[in-house]
């Protein structure tokens, strides 16, 4: 009879932590960029280049829409006064 | 040992092939991710089975400044319906799992089945005792995929 091997895995968790504060859009967007996608280190490095530079273009527009809509939400509070 | 070691709980694996958790995005069942104490008198990891290993020896944190027992829920629409590659399967949740103007120590967590009867789907460490002090504490969850997920049969 034949095996075939297989196993359950986890992931590691990462705590990040701000204290007297709450975080802001730079961390938010990495936060996002850790969840949407993952760059393998021992990837062929012309498809990694291409990967990292894909996903610094979308972290830069996560995190410019995150800091647009912090300000528009303070606004309308401010407004609401 | 005291303490927590990251693990999939052997439990979870003999739960799975009876069905007992769904972690559908919508349908699927309420998951939540408890937090435990700097030093925590029990051991925690493979063996670990529910959340009320955790409480029942005291070493959930405290509730208050920050902390709610009972831990982080997550809805049911954050689930991500479990997906395959190759010969793996992955899940997590769309959210990482927060807690806002918090004061607390915590040196792990316990991530459970709120709609099974509080069965643990996860264990994990932080490497040590993580505090903060009236800010935010986030738990950031691995990209979602083979290799990487929190969640993953390979």
């Not at chain 1, 062929?44 to 939400?73: C, M, S, T």
């Not at chain 2, 990251?6 to 069942?29: D, I, M, R, W, Y």
């Not at chain 2, 700097?38 to 920050?66: F, K, R």
């Not at chain 2, 505090?131 to 979602?144: D, E, K, Q």
């Amino acid at each position: 009879m034949d095996f075939v091997n297989g196993h359950a895995a986890v992931g590691n968790l990462k705590v990040f932590v701000t204290n007297g504060r709450t975080k802001t859009a730079d961390e938010w967007a990495s936060e996002i960029m850790e969840k949407l996608m993952h760059v393998a280190e021992n990837a062929p490095a012309p498809l990694r280049d291409q990967a990292v530079a894909f996903r610094d273009k979308i972290y830069v527009l996560i995190r410019d829409n995150i800091e647009l809509a912090l300000k528009q939400e303070r606004e309308w509070i401010l407004s609401q006064r | 040992m005291a303490g927590f070691t990251t693990a999939f709980p052997t439990s979870f694996k003999g739960e799975l092939p009876q069905a007992v958790h769904n972690f559908t995005a919508s349908t699927g069942h309420v998951f939540k991710c408890a937090l435990g104490i700097a030093s925590p008198t029990g051991t925690y990891g493979a063996a670990t089975t529910n959340y009320s290993n955790l409480t029942g020896n005291s070493d959930e944190v405290a509730n208050g400044s920050g902390y709610t027992t009972g831990g982080f829920a997550w809805t049911a629409a954050q689930n991500t319906t479990p997906a395959t590659s190759g010969t793996g399967a992955y899940w997590s949740w769309s959210v990482n799992p927060s807690w806002t103007s918090a004061s607390f120590s915590t040196s792990g967590c316990i991530i459970y089945n709120s709609s099974a009867s509080n069965k643990a789907v996860y264990v994990g460490s932080f490497g040590g005792t993580q505090t903060v002090t009236s800010g935010t504490l986030t738990l950031t969850l691995p990209t979602n995929g083979v290799g990487t997920s929190i969640l993953q049969l390979n």
